[in-house]
């Protein structure tokens, strides 16, 4: 398989831990969004939106999307497993990841904002509170969903979570994961989230999420 992305972009950092997760080898091939080579022919014309990721599988589909690459790399290897067994847990799990995919990255994203600067004229401290308010707010719904979890799983006896959903990594530390890493690149407050920040930590002590960050990237200095 291929992985086309940016060594930044959370939602290729996504993908590169899923990938990590299950132990599937890929070809790494730098895709430099600042730079803009998302537009060059070569590569738009392949992907509908002309974003990162694309993943080209062994028979050279090419895949968009990275919570539908996550979703078709689960089916197609699935063990080790990225959603629970039960379709409760399985709910939980992505409604998690869907709080940071759909509701907190969109609009905190490398377009989103240079929008905001070239076209609305906007300047750079208010770029940048624009981008701290919608983070931290969305990671302050993680956390009261997190908690919500926990009580949930003491009412059915289940063991606290050491990650999101359990104490094996799931879609939503894929998701959670990369956040917090752009969080933490803009500064953005993330004291008070004892939940979520340890759910975090719990992750970045696996290898398969160190393997996949942006420092671990061939292209992190480009």
């Not at 939602?11 to 080898?25: D, N, T």
């Not at 497993?81 to 995919?101: G, Y």
Request: hydrophobic content about 45%; aromatic content about 8%.
């Amino acid at each position: 398989m291929q992985l086309y992305n940016y060594f930044r972009s959370s939602a290729s950092f996504r993908v590169r831990i899923a990938l990590q997760i299950k132990g599937l080898p890929y070809d790494y091939i730098p895709v430099h969004l600042v730079k803009g080579e998302h537009q060059a022919p070569a590569y738009a014309s392949r992907i509908g939106d002309a974003l990162v990721p694309t993943l080209v599988t062994d028979d050279g589909a090419a895949l968009s999307q990275s919570m539908a690459i996550i979703e078709y790399l689960e089916e197609t290897h699935p063990t080790p497993a990225l959603l629970p067994a039960t379709p409760l847990a399985r709910a939980h799990v992505r409604a998690l990841a869907q709080m940071v995919a759909c509701e907190i990255h969109p609009i905190n994203n490398l377009r989103v904002l240079k929008y905001l600067v070239r076209e609305l004229k906007v300047d750079e401290g208010a770029k940048n509170a624009w981008y701290h308010h919608w983070v931290r707010s969305g990671l302050e719904a993680f956390e009261r969903q997190l908690a919500l979890l926990a009580q949930e799983r003491e009412t059915q006896g289940l063991p606290p979570s050491l990650l999101c959903w359990g104490d094996t990594p799931t879609l939503a530390d894929c998701c959670l994961v990369p956040q917090i890493f752009n969080g933490q690149r803009f500064n953005v407050d993330l004291g008070g989230l004892p939940l979520t920040m340890g759910a975090f930590d719990a992750c970045m002590a696996l290898p398969a999420f160190q393997k996949a960050q942006p420092s671990a990237c061939p292209d992190h200095e480009a």
